[in-house]
């Protein structure tokens, strides 16, 4: 219940393009859905972050559209450039605790 | 922008051996959080750590864990013997306003038993 499931494992996409990357979740007590990026060798970035009350949270080129109902919340990455080649990662939080659970990951890779 | 700092980069250790890694969150950050991510999956919670105690642990962090905040800016993890299935990417995070603001994460220290 605690899971955060998260597809594609992987995703090429050429320049310009659009990523779409999605997660679904069990747990209705989750209050807090950000997404990180992450490079080789890096700690993940907090790229855009949604709660549950929002149904889109758009910052840039990046969009989080959010669906209570059915539990699932995506990452959109418009006019995709090969610098956003990265491993993304969902994640969610409980209300009442502190840690985030994370989803599998997507690599990205931006063809040029 | 401030940053989460941690130390060092890399370790190698043998089994069996004590290590301590070193974090220095963001100065007026009050939650303290430590990560680990084994090569190629995903990142786990190991555990929480706020007004000088733990709020939150994993199962992954046994009584070979610890944590302190020996002082006013440094965070440590400690793995008291060391076992080769420790070794991952580990990363510290903190936040300052849990409802606010997302979590910050260092670099990592990449840890290898061997």
């Known amino acids: 219940q605690q899971q955060v499931k998260q597809s594609p494992q992987s995703l090429i996409v050429q320049k310009g393009g659009i990523s779409i990357i999605n997660c679904a979740y069990e747990?209705?007590?989750?209050?807090?859905f950000p997404w990180y990026q992450q490079f080789p060798g890096k700690g993940p970035a907090l790229l855009i972050a949604i709660r549950p009350d929002v149904s889109e949270k758009k910052e840039g080129r990046f969009t989080i559209s959010f669906n209570k109902s059915a539990k699932q919340f995506s990452l959109h990455i418009m006019d995709s450039q090969p610098g956003d080649s990265a491993t993304y990662f969902c994640?969610?939080?409980?209300?009442?605790?502190?840690?985030?659970?994370f989803g599998g990951g997507t690599r990205v890779l931006v063809k040029p | 922008e401030p940053e989460v700092t941690q130390t060092p980069s890399h370790q190698v250790t043998q089994m069996g051996q004590e290590v301590i890694l070193r974090c220095v969150p963001i100065?007026?950050?009050?939650?303290f959080y430590w990560y680990r991510q084994i090569l190629g999956q995903k990142v786990e919670f190991l555990v929480s750590?706020?007004?000088?105690?733990?709020?939150?642990k994993s199962e992954i962090f046994d009584d070979q864990f610890s944590v302190e905040r020996p002082d006013g800016s440094n965070f440590t993890l400690k793995i008291r013997s060391t076992k080769l299935e420790d070794s991952a990417m580990y990363f510290c995070a903190s936040i300052g306003d849990r409802v606010k603001s997302g979590y910050t994460f260092g670099s990592g220290t990449r840890l290898t038993v061997v």
């Open positions: 750590f706020y007004n000088n105690e733990i709020s939150e």
């Open positions: 994640a969610a939080r409980l209300a009442a605790g502190n840690k985030l659970t």
């Open positions: 747990n209705t007590a989750f209050d807090y």
């Open positions: 100065s007026n950050h009050l939650y």
